[in-house]
């Protein structure tokens, strides 16, 4: 199993911003060549974070993005629904009655890992990168 990267950056942009000043925006460039990537690229992830309310667009000559939501009610869960959406990761192809035994199984693992990620929060990731 694999996220895209698109992912992996809004996981590094919304732990950037947890880490910023609730106050002042952080622009997209910065945020770009912070990871790498292009600003346009990174204006696409931003727009799908922005449309869940979990960060906000500020316009202006010192716009850019922040944190619209508490810090502490967002999860792994929640970025990564907004970027990869809730489909389910295994759909069984073939018709087996009720319910195919092989998705069952990959239904129950994929129910525990959103389990954990949903009661991780970058919050607590933040937390440990401080402390270290």
Wanted: charged content about 25%.
């Amino acid at each position: 199993m694999k996220f895209t990267k698109a992912t992996n950056y809004a996981l590094h942009t919304m732990l950037k911003l947890f880490e910023a000043s609730p106050v002042k925006p952080i622009g997209v460039q910065e945020l770009a060549e912070m990871q790498g990537v292009s600003p346009t690229y990174l204006s696409k992830i931003l727009t799908r974070l922005v449309k869940t309310g979990m960060i906000e667009s500020v316009s202006g000559v010192n716009g850019g993005y922040r944190l619209s939501r508490k810090k502490e009610d967002m999860t792994f869960l929640d970025i990564i629904h907004a970027i990869e959406g809730t489909a389910s990761l295994f759909e069984c192809d073939f018709f087996h009655g009720d319910e195919c035994s092989i998705q069952a199984v990959m239904k129950e693992a994929e129910e525990k890992m959103e389990s954990h990620l949903k009661n991780t929060k970058l919050t607590d990731l933040a937390l440990k990168q401080s402390q270290a």
